[in-house]
């Protein structure tokens, strides 16, 4: 499996690049659209054909390169059924991405969002904004729920062998990685804390929203095409 | 072999931590004096002993950890011998630090400065500035050469096999690592280039002098601790 992980620093965001080495199949999980060049631009001189972007969820910090790129290549743009309605193919819980011979493996992770998936692919794990390094993406906004999140962490994220790699959506203090084992002893936020604890916790956060909150997500529900769509 | 990408967003540079997952022997490869607390928690948070810091040469652009991780853990600081005065060890081609089972291959690379090293260990090629991700570091200060940059890339790099991971000390387009391959393939300064022409091009650059170097040279030389030594 060739795999990659790319950076847009304005918005810490992490783009994933992963693609079958023999049959050049790749996807893109969370492309930025600042960034789509660049991401084209490895992608075909590693001599890959983009296939599928995923989504891990409809963001609120950055605009998704998805639409573009679908655009672009012809690829097909994967997200949950209860998030963008200008997604290609709709998934959840137990569905599987094929990528060549590779597979990924959707999990539902709601909480940050109630739209949340993670993906995992051969010991890698996928986790958008629910599950962070040494932290977790914030619940107080688009359907966020601490309750949830906290369940979607511990039951379906927890559960996953300790040596699973954990790759999120940001990164803000120049972690690049993690993994299960280390979240479950170290991550402030879940590591001896109760399911109440962690709700007190995310509800007396006081946080600005995010600056491109308004703009970024009726966006990223058009794929970023910048003609909103309405919700049928 | 446990390893770490870390990233300092301010000055855009990559430290990284390895370690003998058996002994639990660990090092660090350009550290940054502003991220010594975090790059120690996670040492610790991965149950490990800081026992080396490597540095690739005397970098310009920000001033090292290594003096305060010495300090602070007894590690051993390694460099090149053409370097900062303060270093523990001072190695050159074709010498081996060993981290427990692990080791590190040094190669003297210069060109972006005169001391600058890259260090090779079980298939991961760590640059510093002398090879960057589809550039190189720049030549016009601290005793760079063009030419003889060329020849530490063409002669001692591009010789590896193709497979070599390559990991920079920077990257200011977001992405995280390349290959030997890919580089003598696709880099623009190299690929398709005479020795002549990337003379030509790096003497015809136009840059403003880096931002600290009147602040990090002299730093870097004491290994980061603020009292500059003079050279003996």
Redesign the interface.
């Known amino acids: 499996m060739l795999f990659?992980?790319?950076?847009?620093?304005e918005t810490?965001t992490y783009?994933y690049l992963l693609a079958d080495e023999a049959t050049r199949e790749a996807a893109l999980i969370d492309p930025v659209l600042e960034?789509v060049e660049?991401d084209l631009r490895?992608v075909e001189?590693?001599g890959l054909k983009l296939t599928r972007v995923l989504e891990t969820h409809v963001h609120a910090d950055h605009v998704t390169g998805a639409g573009v790129l679908r655009e672009r290549t012809g690829a097909t743009v994967v997200a949950s059924a209860r998030g963008a309605p200008c997604v290609s193919r709709k998934v959840g819980h137990g569905d599987v991405v094929r990528l060549g011979g590779l597979e990924l493996h959707v999990l539902e992770t709601p909480g940050h969002t109630d739209d949340s998936l993670s993906y995992l692919c051969e010991g890698r794990l996928f986790t958008g904004d629910a599950l962070l390094i040494r932290g977790t993406g914030r619940t107080d906004f688009q359907n966020g729920d601490a309750g949830q999140l906290h369940d979607s962490i511990t039951r379906h994220l927890f559960t996953l062998p300790e040596e699973t790699a954990v790759y999120p959506g940001h990164d803000y203090?120049?972690?690049?990685?993690s993994t299960i084992g280390?979240e479950k002893?170290?991550n402030p936020r879940l590591a001896r804390r109760t399911r109440e604890s962690f709700i007190a916790f995310m509800k007396g956060r006081q946080l600005p929203p995010p600056k491109k909150l308004d703009v970024a997500v009726p966006a990223n529900r058009a794929c970023g095409l910048g003609k909103p769509l309405l919700q049928t």
Chains 1, 2 share one sequence.
Not at 4 to 9: E, G, I, M, S, Y
Not at 173 to 177: C, E, L, P, V
């Open positions: 990659r992980q790319l950076f847009d620093a810490s783009t960034q660049r490895l001189e590693l203090a120049g972690h690049a990685m280390e002893r170290h």
